[in-house]
């Protein structure tokens, strides 16, 4: 198995590391080119929140960073209007088996819990969706029975309600427990049904519907909104043709991508996750017009390389970064090139 690693998340370590409402609502965000966090998600459906998240048909998503490795330092209000979808980077475990807390980094520069707090409903009053990233290279959170499993649910749960997060990013790369993570998750979505879920899992977690992670976004797919694979740190890996391809190429890109696409997951679960610079991962980095012309390849069947998809995926959700801080720190590249390439899809 490739050793997988993120410069940034290693550095991490170092540094410390009513139903008529709901069918109005349904059409007006149908008209806006909104659709609900998940595809049997429910307009209107509420938790203790008392909001249900709009993704767009083709979002962005990116990490941002509760810590200070080296990229640029942002608070959450400073992070890049293109981004779609935020991932607060990363809960922490506790001593209790798949229990997660939060806690803000002083190096962020927030005053108070409040102040983040306001930073994420001003977000949310923008159209975004902030969730709470489970994980990282170093993460070290099980969910392996169902005590565990309950006391990951009921972690999410209170600090969806604490927080106002809209949901919660599944980023564990070091082994997952299909049965009980989506056991754990179908138990956050019973309290939030209208929960946005992402998930980010290494390539080659997810070479096979068979894997562990694969399994868990099939057993959630009635509600998942998007599996956004790290396509870097990853080496040569098999496409869905059986052919190898290596990492920073379009068909790199397309035909991993399109393992995900032909093996149940809908589309508008389909994401690609690239680094946002050079700094940002140990391999793997491409341009961001490499991103969109694999964005193209399977939206189209146009840009591609020498791997041509069989058919076309014009509901693919986007792309992901990591990180909004990497990318701040690159010019906002990723933000503006492929994050207006991602919004422009079909």
């Given at each position: 198995m490739t050793v997988r690693t993120r410069t940034t998340r290693a550095a991490r370590s170092r540094y410390a590391r009513g139903r008529l409402l709901a069918?109005?609502?349904a059409a007006v965000l149908t008209s806006a080119g909104l659709v609900a966090a998940g595809p049997a998600a429910t307009?209107?459906?509420?938790g203790p929140t008392a909001r249900t998240a709009a993704v767009p048909k083709h979002a962005l998503t990116g990490y941002w960073q509760n810590f200070n490795n080296g990229a640029k330092v942002q608070k959450l209000k400073d992070v890049d209007d293109a981004y779609d979808i935020i991932?607060?980077?990363?809960?922490?475990?506790?001593?209790?088996?798949?229990a997660v807390t939060f806690t803000l980094d002083p190096a962020v520069g927030y005053g108070s819990a409040a102040d983040f707090k306001a930073d994420v409903k001003a977000k949310q009053a923008a159209g975004k969706s902030v969730v709470l990233s489970v994980g990282g290279e170093k993460g070290?959170?099980?969910?392996?029975?169902?005590?565990?499993?309950?006391?990951?649910?009921d972690s999410i749960n209170g600090l969806?309600?604490?927080y106002g997060f809209d949901g919660v990013d599944i980023d564990l790369?070091?082994?997952?427990n299909?049965?009980?993570?989506?056991q754990a998750l179908k138990a956050v979505h019973a309290k939030h049904p209208g929960v946005v879920v992402t998930m980010a899992p290494q390539t080659i977690d997810m070479l096979s519907p068979q894997n562990e992670y694969f399994k868990t976004a099939l057993g959630i797919k009635d509600f998942l909104t998007v599996v956004n694979t790290q396509f870097y740190n990853s080496g040569a890996m098999n496409g869905c043709d059986g052919k190898v391809y290596s990492q920073g190429t379009v068909d790199f890109l397309t035909s991993l991508a399109c393992t995900q696409l032909?093996?149940?997951l809908d589309p508008s679960q389909v994401g690609l996750g690239l680094p946002a610079s050079p700094s940002a991962a140990g391999g793997g980095y491409v341009a961001p017009a490499v991103v969109n012309a694999a964005l193209d390849c399977l939206t189209t069947g146009t840009n591609c390389g020498s791997f041509k998809p069989a058919r076309t995926y014009p509901g693919l959700r986007g792309a992901m970064t990591w990180s909004t801080n990497w990318d701040a720190a690159n010019g906002g590249a990723f933000a503006s090139q492929v994050g207006g390439h991602v919004h422009g899809l079909p």
């Open positions: 069918g109005v609502a307009a209107g459906a509420v991932a607060v980077a990363f809960a922490d475990a506790t001593g209790q088996p798949g070290a959170v099980a969910v392996n029975d169902g005590t565990s499993a309950q006391n990951f649910a969806m309600d604490e790369e070091n082994g997952l299909s049965t009980y993570m989506t032909e093996g149940g």
